[in-house]
């Protein structure tokens, strides 16, 4: 089994940054994709970008140019860079870690980003 933390999130004003971090319990990364999602008050979960163990990436629409995931397999952590942030992108942001073999997914408990002025 695989534990998942989150940290990070926060109280930004628009136009702000913020990093979250995704701290996974063991060495999974040769194994696993990682991603981020966000889910809204009133609205679905919905991925926000994506990391799979070769380092590829993926973002949804609403966040490319502002967002960057990268990840630190000497950390076992999974980073997701936001920049520029609209009050659209508050949402309860989750860490995803999906195993390519057995398609099994893991979530973390998400960290809460507010974007207001």
């Known amino acids: 089994q695989v534990q998942l933390v989150e940290s990070g999130g926060g109280l930004v004003q628009p136009g702000g940054s913020l990093r979250l971090s995704c701290a996974a319990s063991r060495n999974i990364f040769s194994r696993y994709n990682m991603a981020w999602y966000r889910q809204a008050p009133g609205k679905q979960r919905e991925l926000v970008a994506s990391?799979?163990?070769?380092?590829?990436?993926n973002y949804a629409d609403s966040v490319k140019g502002r967002f960057s995931i990268s990840r630190d397999n000497a950390k076992n952590t999974v980073y997701l860079q936001m920049n520029s942030l609209k009050p659209e992108d508050t949402a309860v942001y989750y860490c995803n870690a999906i195993d390519r073999f057995l398609g099994i997914d893991y979530w973390g408990q998400g960290t809460l980003v507010t974007v207001s002025s």
């Open positions: 990391i799979t163990s070769g380092g590829s990436t």
